[in-house]
């Protein structure tokens, strides 16, 4: 099952973190936090998120380990998940896509732009059932 408005936010930095959870809040998403792979790996599984947002770079496992484990289990073959990692990261972004991630965001994260993305990366998933 997953809730058509929850996001859950993998990210360890917590200026970020704020960041993503103030501006999704404001745009109505409902904001579901860890702050580590395994945690996100958990909560991905419990939360029964529409969409995750994945920064690669955590304190234990990586972001692509973290989606490997999130679709090991199966609540979480289908979740569009998306990576988030610095402009700078030209490998990681090439990457991410071969890794299975649905598409990724550049930190830094525009508040602007992010409610958009987001919605955006929800739509995708919709039309393609
Ligand atoms: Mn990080």
Do not use: W
């Amino acid at each position: 099952m997953t809730l058509g408005r929850r996001i859950l936010v993998v990210e360890d930095n917590e200026l970020n973190l704020k960041l993503v959870r103030d501006v999704l809040g404001h745009a109505g998403f409902d904001v579901v936090e860890a702050r580590t792979g395994e945690e996100g790996v958990e909560l991905a599984s419990t939360c029964g998120p529409a969409l995750i947002l994945m920064d690669l770079q955590l304190p234990d496992i990586d972001g692509a380990e973290a989606l490997r484990r999130i679709r090991s289990n199966e609540h979480g073959r289908t979740v569009p998940v998306v990576a988030v990692t610095a402009f700078a990261m030209r490998a990681d972004r090439e990457r991410a896509v071969d890794d299975g991630f649905a598409g990724y965001i550049e930190k830094p994260i525009s508040t602007r732009e992010l409610p958009r993305q987001v919605a955006e990366y929800l739509t995708k998933e919709d039309r393609l059932g």
